[in-house]
T-cell receptor, first 114, second 114 residues
Framework: NAGVTQTPKFQVLKTGQSMTLQCAQD?????MYWYRQDPGMGLRLIYY???????DKGEVPNGYNVSRLNKREFSLRLESAAPSQTSVYFC?????????????FGPGTRLTVT | AQSVAQPEDQVNVAEGNPLTVKCTYS??????LFWYVQYPNRGLQFLLK??????LVKGSYGFEAEFNKSQTSFHLKKPSALVSDSALYFC????????????FGSGTKLNVKP
């Protein structure tokens, strides 16, 4: 049981390049999330998916797209990277069992855009 | 707007002493509150949550938190700090209208000195 996995762990992009961050969970969770973490700002929600086939914008969706490929996988795409997107990106999932409201986080992807 | 605030960027405490990491919230209605811990270069890990019931909730690694409705606070506490408790701590609240959204504080770095 690996929990939430993310690839890659590190990435350096040049301005204008594109890339996709991959996330997968093996806990049969319905909800999945993408956050970015910046110093002094905590975690900010980029997009989330409440269930397979649905996605919704969070606080900071501009410049990103997502795909909920199936129940396990939720990817984040940067179509044209900008230096402002330099950040650490975390994927998380959450179950629907009664009383289970906590999120489970992946190890993160550290992205630098030059 | 719904939010949580962590007023201290950093908390320093000596090993063996009690520790408190502060969090205040701003939501309408009954809040669902959480604490997470992040060790260096790792994802966030769930520590504890308040949903309803007793104002004092116990969580992992000997941590507890006290929900205070009149002061709109949810402070994290531990009676005796360990050096290994040194990490970044985040408070979070679930959106009362959209159960799939969570708002995180900016984080508090806890330093426990031997």
């Amino acid at each position: 049981n690996a929990g939430v996995t993310q690839t890659p762990k590190f990435q350096v992009l040049k301005t204008g390049q594109s890339m996709t961050l991959q996330c997968a969970q093996d806990m049969n969770h319905n909800s999945m999330y993408w956050y970015r973490q910046d110093p002094g700002m905590g975690l900010r929600l980029i997009y989330y998916s409440a269930s397979e086939g649905t996605t919704d914008k969070g606080e900071v969706p501009n410049g990103y797209n997502v795909s909920r490929l199936n129940k396990r996988e939720f990817s984040l795409r940067l179509e044209s990277a900008a230096p402002s997107q330099t950040s650490v990106y975390f994927c998380a999932s959450q179950g629907r069992a009664p009383g289970s409201y906590e999120q489970y986080f992946g190890p993160g992807t550290r992205l630098t855009v030059t | 707007a719904q939010s949580v605030a962590q007023p201290e960027d950093q908390v320093n405490v000596a090993e063996g002493n009690p520790l408190t990491v502060k969090c205040t919230y701003s939501v309408s209605g009954n809040p669902y509150l959480f604490w997470y811990v992040q060790y260096p270069n790792r994802g966030l890990q769930f520590l504890l949550k308040y949903i309803t019931g007793d104002n004092l909730v116990k969580g992992s690694y000997g941590f507890e938190a006290e929900f205070n409705k009149s002061q709109t606070s949810f402070h994290l506490k531990k009676p005796s700090a360990l050096v290994s408790d040194s990490a970044l701590y985040f408070c979070a609240v679930r959106d009362v209208y959209n159960f799939n959204k969570f708002y995180f504080g900016s984080g508090t770095k806890l330093n426990v000195k031997p």
